[in-house]
């Protein structure tokens, strides 16, 4: 019968930290930029412009219909010198952790984008019209009218969006970056303890992301 030690857990502390922060680094900057450019996404889709409106349909569709594990690989074979050339990147600069907050941004922002644009449906029409009738401009009426009742409405499904990506985070294991759960793992190898170290992890993940969720919950309460 297999005997746990969980002995290694409290030495590793530390280290499991630092994977931590690098886990919540990389969420939360796709959940910034993410929602940045996934509301201009969403903007552009609801465009009269037919090729601004194309160009976001089609970004949107591609990103949603690739796995988040190939978008990381790509970023990572593919773009690296891309990303140095336009980034103006050192050559001291860790490539793998630039390629995953870019890879993650931009795919975090097609799901964004469609959660936005539900949002902006939502709200009335006549609301526009009323601001347009007063004298505000289209971009006005959006910026000033529009966007801050559709945030309003839309922060439990962003929220939830956040906790998904935080979840997947993981996933920038095929890059060899350190965090949280990969080095638990590279922990577990090390001490002959993976099946105990793998639990904690899980464990961890499973106490921030229930955390949220009841957050979540909470807010759609206020919200209603």
Do not use: C, H
């Amino acid at each position: 019968m297999y005997e746990f030690d969980w002995s290694s857990i409290p030495p590793s502390l530390p280290f499991l930290a630092d994977g931590m922060i690098l886990t919540f680094k990389i969420t939360l900057t796709a959940i910034i930029v993410g929602i940045v450019w996934g509301t201009m996404l969403a903007v552009m889709r609801l465009s009269s412009f037919k090729p601004i409106a194309w160009f976001a349909k089609t970004y949107v569709n591609v990103f949603r219909s690739i796995p988040l594990v190939m978008v990381l690989l790509w970023f990572y074979l593919i773009v690296p010198g891309f990303l140095q050339q336009v980034l103006g990147l050192s050559p001291k600069t860790d490539i793998r952790l630039v390629s995953a907050l870019v890879a993650f941004s931009m795919f975090e922002a097609a799901y964004y984008s469609e959660i936005i644009r539900a949002g902006i449906q939502s709200i009335s029409r006549g609301q526009s019209s009323a601001s347009l009738a007063l004298g505000m401009t289209q971009w006005q009426t959006m910026q000033l009218v529009i966007l801050p009742q559709a945030f309003r409405a839309m922060v439990p499904l962003l929220l939830t969006q956040g906790i998904v990506l935080f979840q997947d985070t993981s996933l920038v294991y095929v890059l060899s970056l350190s965090d949280f759960f990969r080095t638990a793992s590279t922990i577990g190898e090390r001490d002959g303890t993976q099946v105990e170290m793998v639990l904690f992890a899980g464990a961890v993940y499973f106490v921030i992301s229930l955390s949220a969720s009841l957050l979540v919950g909470w807010l759609k309460k206020r919200t209603v």
